[in-house]
């Protein structure tokens, strides 16, 4: 089937403006992750999702970053007022519940100019 | 919070020869721990993972030793071939709501010829 697929796979924007990324995971799987990796570093944490609700969000930087799941399916990660730190990979995981192997979108990769 | 050390952050080997890359990390809670490999511009992909209650898992050429007490674990790749170069990253997690992963720093493994 599937694999977890990621939109856009690169956006440019400038310091300031608003963005959006997004995550399909793959079908049926309850649990779904946001990592951020910045070049030459290993997925730093943003937030996991069980079902609907953000079951943890504590690797979230700032309140600049908001992430939802609506239906338990897509996911939409947003960022208010880039800054060029946050300039990075978005990587997003899915599994088939909490604990389980994580499975990575290819990621979509933002500069901020 | 969870803490995951990995060494080394290169290794450079000749085809045929093994690659031994090791971690350690903090929280004794931590139960899971995969092993990712990153190709250039690629998305994460898991290799091989071990669960805290067995002691080392193999799979054709590639193996993971954990030790619980000492709260390390190795990866060790045999017979190593040029299509093995790539970046490593361990990593660990518990289950549940604090699946979230934790990850190393990476190893750089270039295989030459």
């Known amino acids: 089937g599937a694999g977890v697929s990621q939109t856009p796979s690169n956006k440019v924007t400038e310091k300031g403006k608003y963005v959006e990324l997004r995550c399909d995971p793959i079908?049926?799987?309850?649990?779904l992750y946001w990592y951020r990796q910045s070049l030459g570093q290993g997925p730093e944490f943003l937030i996991y999702?069980?079902?609907?609700?953000?079951?943890?969000d504590s690797g979230l930087p700032n309140d600049r970053f908001f992430a939802v799941r609506p239906e338990g399916s897509v996911s939409t990660l947003k960022i208010q007022r880039t800054e060029r730190g946050d300039s990075a990979v978005y990587l997003c995981a899915s599994s088939l519940q909490g604990g389980e192997t994580q499975y990575f979108g290819p990621g979509t990769r933002l500069l901020v100019l | 919070g969870e803490n995951v050390e990995q060494h080394p952050s290169t290794l450079s080997v000749q085809e045929g020869d093994s690659a031994v890359i090791k971690c350690t990390y903090s929280d004794s809670a931590s139960n899971y721990f995969p092993w990712y490999k990153q190709e250039l511009g690629k998305r994460p992909q898991l290799i091989i993972d071990i669960r805290s209650n067995v002691g080392e898992k193999k799979d054709q050429r590639i193996a993971v030793t954990l030790n619980k007490t000492a709260k390390h674990f190795s990866l060790h790749i045999t017979e190593t071939q040029p299509e093995d170069s790539a970046v490593y990253f361990c990593?660990?997690?518990?289950?549940?709501?604090?699946?979230?992963?934790?990850f190393g720093t990476g190893t750089r493994l270039q295989v030459t010829l």
């Open positions: 079908s049926g799987h309850t649990a």
């Open positions: 999702f069980q079902g609907t609700g953000a079951a943890d």
């Open positions: 990593a660990a997690s518990r289950t549940g709501t604090a699946s979230k992963l934790t």
